[in-house]
């Protein structure tokens, strides 16, 4: 491990400032909107839902990722997601990022937005535009200032979700920090995931989409909460140079110290989400190993993640092996189930549950007190080879049910 | 329509009969072992799982449909699945086809087995052989006996599952009968589909696979209640003959009039098993129209219908129509969101809720209305074309997770 943990989020990287404000989107005053800074242009790199529908942010910073190339700033709103709103909505999102441009005197062409909220509504433009010019002002670089725009993009999320780390390279510190927000929604008609992750790396545009878009595949891309791909998902990665480092332009050492470091950033934060996923108890890691491919592991661990079966089982404190067997089966890989060994872990310990896909004859008690612990890992052999994968997801409570099927107040 | 419907099931084509018992593999006392015969041999026909762990009855049934061709009883228990249980479970299921056959004077490679139940624990041999001899000599071929066939057969099934149909085919009656059983469970590891299928039609092997592979895509395929797809799930067609109508050999007028009498009874059996799912409040019925293709519409249908999201607002009565137009999103097919008009049906009434894309301005009031009754449909049009399908499911219920979280007793 190259890179060192530090307290922090968004603001740490230097250059960065954050702001946030309740602008009225949400209802009973939380904050609800958040302003990220930089106070020179960044190279920016971003990664972006594959639903056929996407919200209009999504398709506003598709356009400055893929062909403006540099940013300045990311506005977020939380409340109203400003998807399925047609042309009235995406002309919402080009007043936001020229408000934006204003009160911060940039090109409104490096101004990133985001939304996550109700899907189907139109967003209030003026509290909108107010809100941003209540935030301009307020730009710090404070740790606090980073802490409170992570609370301000969160929707039914229990607990802010940031994180930063420091990595030395070309003997310079270079510090990367990021927010994000889960599955969560104030009002049933939403669920999003947003990532902003901030650097003052110097590194070039292209190795900085190529780390973004290698990370998320062992990251963000291996969560599930419930299965639904969001309109709205988007991570975001600003890097602005300021840490002096020589720019890496290579895939060198110092592209691999910054890769590692970004990928423990995007591993944390996915962690985050999948923990504190609608109405959920624990934290469901699933690992597949001994796989023929890693395209193989993924396939198996996400259907393992996935199966409504099996995270029902996990909120029963319940080792349903047969479960976790069956979603392998349908998951659209090979694989031979009498070769399969399965072991659940976490605090409390690990045991052996099947052997060549049947079972150990293990203790019921002993796997229940293993399952009952917050973070719960199932980890399944399929003895074919070497490649592995790691999903994230939790399990299925009342709860979720509860979330989700509460009429609209 | 060229087809009636009579009250009936498995007993009502000429020639089957039924029996059934309480064997102890279940507890309580309650029914867990059916035998439907038919006294003159079968051409039969079975579509099964897909997924790659697959329960011993599963490959037992595969080798006689696709290679033995003909049988002459189906015996099945619930209470366990016998999946997941190595060649000791196969030969168990050898094992009660040996017995069974014994029993009835037949070839045991005649006899198609089935189970349902918990995965991963043997079958309690002794009491299986035993239920067999003692059903063996009840069998009889009233409408009573089928019926209490398809409540053995049922686990955590809230209502048993049978329909018949009578035809005129070559100026002779053909009568079609059917029993199955859906998600549920008395122990939650398993969740099999069941599906048994008996007509007195005079039909070549060849055709009446077709005809029962045709349909199953239709009907049975078309069901979801929580996207697990079973080890066990099996649907086996037998056809006796003894209706006296001109053997169907060819996809003439007969074939069709067969194969719609079919469909229907499969399309009846698998309403009813999207309507009893698992603690669910309400059957869910998806219709996708207007496609460019069928396997358009059957993407987008079963992508809405499986969406924990959409089945969570269709149980709290809220016409969440973000998340339909979601989950059609991120399906795969590809169409247009600017195009979609979105319908809710019911008993109730019928309301459009979106038109090209955006919200008509619906009443919720009128929405939450419709949504409210036992069966509700969405109608989904994508104005690309006209194929169409239909997907079948039922809604995400805090009793659903109860079933499935609770600690195996």
Redesign the interface.
Known sequence: MSYKIIDGGVTSPKGFSAASTAAGIKKEGRTDMALVYSEVPCVAAGTFT?????AAPVKWDQDIVYNKLTAQAVVCNSGI?N????TEGYGYCAETAKVTAKALNISEESVLVASTG???QQLPMERLAAGVEAMAPLLKDTTEAGTEAAKAIMTTDTKKKEVAVEVEIGQKTVTIGGMCKGSGMIH????TMLGFVMTDAAISRKLLQKALSASIEDTFNMVSI??????NDTVLLLANGMAGNPEITEENEDYQAFYEALNYINTCLARKIAGDGEGCTALFEVKVIGAESKEQAVILSKSIV????TK??I????A????I???????G???D??KVDLYFESAAGKLKI?EN???TGYS?EVA?KILSEPEVTAIADVKMGDAQATAWGCD???E?????????S
């Open positions: 594959t639903n056929v529908v996407k997601a998807a399925c709103t047609g109700v899907i189907g049933p008609n939403m669920c419930d299965g639904d791909t969001s309109t996935t199966s409504s079966l029902a089982a909120y029963g404190h319940d349903n092996w047969g479960r067997l069956c979603a392998m089966g349908y998951s890989a090979q694989f189930p009498d099947i896909g049947v079972s019921e229940t299925l409570t009342h979720y049910v509860s979330i989700n099927a509460d009429y609209r």
